[in-house]
């Protein structure tokens, strides 16, 4: 198995290792604490989920770097979970070299408010390039992948449409813009046919 063949069978992995453990904890009870303001969270799931991550991605590979979301204790965690990892935590992707990208629980706001929106995310980045990368939503079963020859939903190769009539198109504002991306969307929406 070629290098950027197993670090993407690694990134599926860790994505769905980490998913169960995020899974388990949804809609359960939570430990919630704020970082920069009220609505940038982290739970005690979040903290599990991205060890979980890590510790799936360490057996393979123990001495690469990693960009994480969370702050992370080397040590494992309180439920025994053992740590492989041996390579440093870094702030920023190095421009050579490995490293491992992870955002244990993306939608922590969602998450901690029992909507299903919300996903793991996992990259392995090779010489500053993405290699690999899943995205997996435990909680409506679906898992993006992409590598460097193609992509994926739940295994079926995505494509991008080829459909041209805005009259056809499905919009889903998900995520919270600035102000500006949120006028932007208005004139969008007024200047199309109705939009749902």
């Not at 169960?20 to 949804?26: E, G, N």
């Not at 590979?61 to 309180?78: H, I, K, N, S």
């Not at 993405?130 to 079963?141: N, R």
């Amino acid at each position: 198995m070629n290098d950027a063949r197993q670090r993407a069978a690694i990134v599926e992995r860790a994505a769905r290792a980490g998913g169960a453990v995020a899974r388990d904890a949804f809609r359960g009870p939570l430990t919630i604490e704020t970082k920069a303001d009220k609505n940038d969270l982290v739970t005690d799931a979040d903290r599990e989920t991205q060890r979980q991550i890590v510790h799936t991605v360490a057996q393979e590979f123990p001495d690469e770097p990693f960009v994480c979301e969370e702050e992370l204790e080397p040590a494992g965690d309180a439920a025994g979970l053992p740590s492989q990892h041996t390579g440093p935590m870094v702030e920023a992707v190095p421009e050579t070299g490995p490293c491992w990208v992870v955002d244990p629980i993306d939608g922590t706001a969602n998450f901690a408010r029992g909507n299903v929106l919300w996903a793991n995310s996992v990259a392995a980045v090779v010489d500053s390039e993405t290699v690999a990368a899943a995205t997996y939503l435990p909680a409506v079963q679906d898992i993006y992948t992409a590598g460097l020859e193609n992509a994926t939903r739940n295994g079926q190769r995505l494509a991008v449409s080829e459909r041209t009539d805005p009259e056809t198109f499905a919009v889903a504002l998900v995520a919270a813009w600035s102000n500006e991306r949120s006028d932007r969307f208005g004139d969008l929406a007024r200047d199309q046919p109705p939009i749902r």
